[in-house]
C-alpha cells in the first residue's frame, strides 16, 4: 500500500496563499490522486483530483477558480496550490490515492488516505 505524507500547512490571512504537497513512498502514484478536506464538526469533502496523465482535474465548486491541483509523476508527488484563501477554507487537508468515478462532485472510490496537515485561515 502506498504511504501518503502531507506537508505545507499552516497559519495564513484571508487573501493569502498555500501550497500543500503530498509526497507518497512505496510504490508509484499510478491513477487519479486528490485532495480532501475536513472541518471542525463537518463531514469530509472533496477538493480536486487529477488524473496520471494529468490531463483531467475536478475541483469542488467552493474552490474552482482559486485552487490548482498539479502532479510531479517523477517525483511521486502531488500539489495544492492554494490562492484567495477565505476563512471558510480553514480545514484538515488530506491526499489521497487510487481514486476512481471522480468528478465536481467527488470521487465514488479512495484507496489510500494521508494523515492530513492543517492549514488556517484567519480573518
Known amino acids: 500500500q502506498v504511504q501518503l505524507v502531507e506537508s505545507g500547512g499552516g497559519l495564513v490571512q484571508a487573501g493569502g496563499s498555500l501550497r500543500l504537497s503530498c509526497a507518497a513512498s512505496?510504490?508509484?502514484?499510478?491513477?487519479?490522486v486528490g485532495w480532501f478536506r475536513q472541518a471542525p464538526g463537518k463531514e469530509r469533502e472533496f477538493v480536486a483530483s487529477?488524473?496520471?496523465?494529468?490531463?483531467?482535474?475536478y475541483y469542488a465548486n467552493s474552490v474552482k477558480g482559486r485552487f490548482t491541483i498539479s502532479r510531479d509523476n517523477a517525483k511521486n508527488t502531488v500539489y495544492l496550490q492554494m490562492n484567495s484563501l477565505k476563512p471558510e477554507d480553514t480545514a484538515v487537508y488530506y491526499c489521497?490515492?487510487?481514486?476512481?468515478?471522480?468528478?465536481?462532485?467527488?470521487?465514488?472510490?479512495?484507496?489510500?488516505w494521508g494523515q492530513g496537515t492543517q492549514v488556517t485561515v484567519s480573518s
Open positions: 489521497a490515492a487510487d481514486l476512481s468515478g471522480c468528478s465536481d462532485n467527488g470521487c465514488q472510490f479512495i484507496g489510500s
Open positions: 512505496g510504490r508509484t502514484l499510478s491513477y487519479t
Open positions: 487529477i488524473t496520471r496523465s494529468a490531463i483531467t482535474e
